[in-house]
């Protein structure tokens, strides 16, 4: 008993403060689960009720980290594996308020649909944990695992209305899709791993600094970074990897399709520009281009194939294709040395965006009546006599989503835009505006819908839209949110530029 | 042919391109298959390729790292069977014998 080894194991200090609001999340979502399953159903609302209260100790914590990397800077923490920068923050509380929203409007629809319990509560917060894990990951294992959280809960919500076969299908062709997305991604680790020896973002975006590859020695890490490109461009949606968005979005129960479309693709631009500029800025030349063309087939396709639509809900999927391009856009503009436009300006959209995202759909889930089944134009028709405060917050929305002035939306596609005409990216600029010009017959589609056409024999027999408290509020919100933020947006800009200084 | 065997020693090389193969077989498969099951299982297949290569890479570099991130993987993979599974049996108990073929309520 000699040789015993009783030295101390090396242990990485452990920055509490920084992982609080994941284990409150955490704890809370565990609880609810518990209680929630232990206990006889709640009270109206309660659940939803439930949710916003854990969010908003996650949230007080998430604004004093802001705080605290103002003043200390930007660290790596536990071993280096969770980055605590503004650009992982920023992150974080767009995803827990994204989360809160969405809880808030699932409430009366999971009543509406006798899908009322904790179970779909707990899975917005499940996944808004990996969200903010792989939002966070300065490490490869990391980024993994959070990816796969919001993965596997997301499944689990796609597939989560359980007579509703069209939510079923959904589920299993995110899932597959999903799961073969997540072996590329994982394929394109483990060769950058063998390519430099490392699976954490910072120590390889240094040893890629360093190292000089000669005769096709990087074939590897060059493999590797396709495949990686290949997962991330699967996980935002984005052209050529975008064929499972519309069917998921479609067939989702509407609220977890506003959950995919928020706080998704939030998680996964967020990682997508981190690896990109901590871990690979010095390859910024090999997969700017491939950027640049997903960027642009992106806002083309989704503005193009959403107006031949003819189900809101498919295009609103398509349109979320062509902002995955437009944000791409900005992710574009990051690759260019010296860049300090990019990163912020594709943040600033993302943030915007999945406020407006979540009052799109809540509006969305309201129309599509009981069954979640009525989401073709025809649905629409009328809205605006029968529900014209509903209809005017829908055309605020869907300005916003066009990119009009005075709205987020504006401010969110300028940013973009100049981000790539201040880089000489010129023919994506026109591209992207061309586009957006494209995709404005789309939401002007909805508003005729809305606005303009004539009742059809039959719409009376129609289930009248009911605008329950929790969802009218949700509504009010993001309305409020989207014109503020589009006439006021100097301390948001600020704030997105604020997250340019990362853990490297 | 003993003779040849003896002279070729396995590197990490020889589990590499194993590992590419494996993973291209499950890929084509989850795009050729058209039973659930099946391409679920193909997905597997690619998610323990990567791992075959995550182990022959950190042999190939001398470190643990990869080897521990293959028990991550693993049990991501598990958690992934348990929802997949689940998914799959509420279609299959809706409409016994589905293809992917036959699964086409979503379309436009």
Request: aromatic share 8%; with cysteine.
């Amino acid at each position: 008993m000699n040789n015993v080894d009783n030295s101390p194991i090396d242990w990485p200090s452990i920055d509490w403060l920084a992982i609080t609001p994941m284990i409150v999340l955490l704890g809370g979502a565990l609880v609810l689960l518990v209680v929630g399953a232990l206990t006889p159903r709640w009270p109206r609302s309660l659940y939803a009720l439930a949710t916003v209260v854990l969010t908003i100790p996650a949230l007080v914590i998430e604004m004093v980290l802001w705080n605290r990397v103002g003043h200390e800077g930007p660290v790596a923490v536990i071993g280096d594996v969770l980055a605590v920068d503004r650009l992982a923050l920023l992150a974080w509380i767009g995803i827990t308020v994204a989360t809160a929203l969405v809880a808030l409007s699932s409430s009366e629809y999971l009543r509406r649909e006798q899908l009322d319990g904790p179970e779909s509560y707990a899975m917005y917060v499940l996944a808004a944990i990996g969200g903010m894990a792989l939002a966070s990951a300065n490490e490869f294992v990391v980024l993994f695992l959070g990816l796969e959280t919001l993965s596997i809960a997301l499944y689990v919500l796609a597939a989560s209305h359980r007579r509703r076969v069209e939510s079923q299908e959904s589920g299993l062709k995110y899932f597959v899709l999903g799961g073969f997305a997540s072996a590329f991604l994982l394929y394109g680790i483990a060769l950058l791993y063998g390519a430099t020896g490392t699976t954490n973002l910072s120590t390889m975006g240094r040893f890629l600094e360093a190292e000089v590859f000669v005769n096709g020695d990087d074939a590897m890490l060059l493999a590797g970074l396709a495949l990686l490109l290949v997962g991330l461009g699967f996980k935002v949606a984005a052209v050529p990897f975008h064929f499972w968005t519309p069917d998921v979005y479609q067939g989702a129960p509407t609220p977890a399709t506003s959950f995919m479309a928020s706080v998704g693709k939030f998680a996964a631009f967020a990682t997508m520009l981190r690896v990109l500029l901590v871990a690979l800025p010095s390859r910024a030349d090999d997969w700017r281009p491939v950027i640049w063309v997903m960027a642009i087939a992106s806002v083309v396709i989704g503005s193009i194939l959403a107006v031949v639509q003819t189900d809101v809900k498919r295009m609103l999927a398509y349109s979320s294709i062509g902002h995955a391009g437009f944000i791409l856009i900005g992710v574009e503009a990051a690759g260019h040395a010296g860049d300090t436009d990019g990163l912020p300006s594709s943040l600033l959209y993302l943030t915007l965006y999945s406020v407006l995202v979540v009052g799109t759909f809540t509006v969305v889930s309201l129309v599509s009546r009981t069954g979640d089944g009525h989401t073709d134009l025809a649905a629409f028709r009328g809205l605006s006599k029968e529900r014209p405060a509903l209809a005017l917050g829908m055309t605020v929305f869907l300005f916003a989503q066009a990119g009009m002035p005075v709205t987020s939306g504006f401010v969110a596609k300028f940013g973009v835009i100049k981000a790539a005409a201040d880089n000489r990216s010129y023919a994506v600029a026109i591209v992207a505006m061309i586009a957006s010009v494209v995709a404005a017959v789309l939401y002007l589609r909805i508003m005729i819908s809305m606005w303009l056409s004539d009742a059809e024999s039959g719409d009376d027999q129609r289930e009248k839209v009911a605008v329950p408290f929790t969802s009218a509020l949700v509504v009010t919100v993001s309305v409020a949110f989207t014109l503020f933020a589009g006439i006021f947006p100097g301390w948001l800009i600020d704030a997105s530029r604020d997250a340019l200084v990362l853990v490297r | 042919m003993s003779a040849l065997l003896a002279a070729a020693t396995p590197t990490t090389t020889w589990y590499l391109i194993l590992a590419a193969v494996l993973f291209g077989i499950g890929a084509v498969g989850v795009l050729v298959r058209r039973n659930p099951l099946v391409m679920f299982m193909c997905v597997e297949l690619m998610l323990n390729a990567v791992n075959l290569s995550f182990v022959a890479l950190a042999k190939r570099l001398g470190d643990i790292g990869g080897q521990t991130t293959v028990f991550f993987v693993m049990v991501v993979a598990a958690a992934e069977v348990v929802v997949g599974l689940g998914i799959i049996v509420s279609i299959m108990r809706r409409r016994p014998g589905a293809t992917a073929d036959d699964i086409t309520a979503l379309k436009g």
